[in-house]
């Protein structure tokens, strides 16, 4: 009697499709990757050039300590408050003369910020903070910056800065040649001559 050929599972194309299937799965894969703020660094300083004085009424200082607390010019704060005083503080405008600001808004104290171009927020934490709640406190202060800035380009331009800026990010680069675009960019650098962002980040403390 005859034995029956077993029958074959044709597996020619299995390769085929394992390749497919590994490209779908890379392509469709979302990778987490950590994200953090964007911070341009200053350029490198001539060691010969002596930088010019700061007052110290011009200098906003914020210290994260070990235990993820505040203490703003050696005070505590809630970080809930911190914007808010960030902005009083840079919007102060109290100079005289050349050193004043026609544009703040703020309380002219002579004891705080002569106006925004002066005035530096320093940020230093502990060691020992979290990064997690470093990053908030960087975020509050930044802003602070955006506030104003929104502030100054509604009152000038009808229109928030966060706004402008996203429509000039947004650009198409064939078009970038418009006189639109050229006249946005201006209203930017306007803006953030008004208020520039002047936060110092220092070498992180060590816990005593």
Request: proline letters at 6%.
């Amino acid at each position: 009697m005859a034995k029956r050929a077993a029958p074959e599972v044709n597996a020619g194309s299995m390769a085929d499709i394992a390749f497919l299937l590994l490209i779908f799965f890379l392509v469709t894969t979302t990778i987490e990757v950590d994200s953090g703020i964007v911070s341009k660094l200053p350029r490198k300083i001539d060691e010969d050039v002596i930088p010019p004085p700061i007052k110290e009424k011009n200098i906003f200082q914020v210290l994260v300590n070990k235990d993820n607390r505040l203490l703003v010019e050696e005070e505590p704060m809630e970080l809930k408050d911190l914007t808010a005083a960030a902005v009083a503080f840079i919007d102060n405008g109290g100079g005289e003369g050349r050193k004043g600001c026609t544009y703040c808004e703020g309380e002219k104290d002579p004891k705080s910020s002569d106006n925004p171009e002066q005035a530096i927020i320093s940020l230093v934490n502990d060691r020992q903070a979290t990064y997690d709640y470093y990053i908030t406190v960087t975020n509050e202060l930044v802003r602070a910056y955006t506030v104003l800035r929104n502030r100054a380009a509604t009152q000038r331009y009808g229109e928030t800065f966060e706004s402008m800026y996203t429509r000039y990010k947004e650009w198409p680069e064939s078009e970038q040649e418009e006189p639109e675009y050229g006249e946005l960019e201006k209203k930017i650098n306007v803006i953030k001559d008004l208020y520039p962002r002047k936060l110092s980040e220092a070498e992180p403390q060590v816990a005593g």
